[in-house]
């Protein structure tokens, strides 16, 4: 049985603020030990249940902030980026499960710490189809694109509230409370490793009972971007959709070709989006 773990940073247990999440302060550091010891507990917990190989992808920013040297050795690691299928590189029909751990809920959750879609500076809210739509929900169409099933979450309370809303009665562990976008009641690493273990181990004892996530076919991504400039960027791909000063829209039958040319736009975006003026 092969285990997927998608891994994010600010849903990882006593993370609350920007410094823990952004490459080059002191306390980034520390809360990669919180990322990897958070991964640990999943991983054995997978072992646990009978897994014979786990893979993990690091899916935060840089893509390179899971410490390998104090990784579970059983498990192997993505790192790096740019990925096509970013959160969700190197899933395909092989693996049995998926798990989301470490993962935040969208932007403008009240109450949901350091909340946020894809990219805080550039991204105003993405759309699925019509619909307002958080990062667990987009990546779900990937799982549910290769038939694997997504049976864990890990997060702060609106995290997991927000996925299990769309994803159902899925294994989950609320490792913090939040209190504000910066702003955390969280376990600590001790209690909550016990808690994602026994969650990791249980989720793999119902895969059968857990569905598939739905694939919806067409699929339109909508990005309002923060500004104007990376939404006129985008359109420099030929398939995007220029719908307003700020709002650009890709939409295909595969889900997976969406998802790519949807990332693309992300990415292109990025690389104009304005710290000051954005």
Request: proline share 4%; hydrophobic share 45%; aromatic share 6%.
């Amino acid at each position: 049985m092969k285990v997927y773990i998608s891994v994010d940073m600010e849903g990882i247990t006593g993370i609350a603020v920007k410094a823990q999440v952004v490459e080059g302060h002191p306390a980034y550091e520390r809360a990669r030990r919180f990322m990897t010891h958070d991964i640990n507990a999943a991983v054995a917990g997978a072992f646990d249940a009978g897994a014979t190989e786990v893979l993990v992808n690091d899916g935060h920013f840089t893509m390179t902030n899971i410490l390998i040297e104090d990784l579970d050795p059983r498990a192997r690691l993505i790192t790096g980026r740019n990925k096509h299928l970013s959160q969700m590189e190197g899933l395909d029909a092989s693996f049995s499960a998926v798990f989301y751990i470490g993962y935040h809920a969208s932007v403008g959750t009240a109450g949901a710490v350091i909340n946020h879609t894809y990219l805080g500076k550039a991204v105003r809210e993405v759309r699925r189809n019509g619909r307002a739509a958080s990062e667990a929900e987009i990546n779900s169409g990937i799982a549910g694109h290769f038939g694997v099933p997504i049976v864990l979450i890990t997060g702060d309370d609106k995290a997991v509230a927000e996925a299990t809303a769309v994803l159902g009665a899925i294994e989950s562990v609320v490792v913090k409370r939040g209190i504000d976008r910066y702003v955390a009641n969280s376990m600590t690493l001790a209690a909550s490793a016990v808690l994602i273990r026994e969650a990791a181990k249980r989720a793999l004892g119902r895969v059968k009972e857990i569905p598939v996530p739905p694939v919806p076919s067409p699929v339109t991504f909508e990005i309002d971007f923060m500004s104007t400039a990376e939404a006129a960027i985008t359109t420099l791909f030929p398939t995007v959709e220029l719908r307003g000063p700020r709002t650009v829209a890709v939409t295909d039958r595969d889900y997976l070709r969406a998802f790519k040319a949807f990332n693309g736009c992300l990415l292109l975006g990025n690389t104009v989006a304005d710290d000051i003026f954005g």
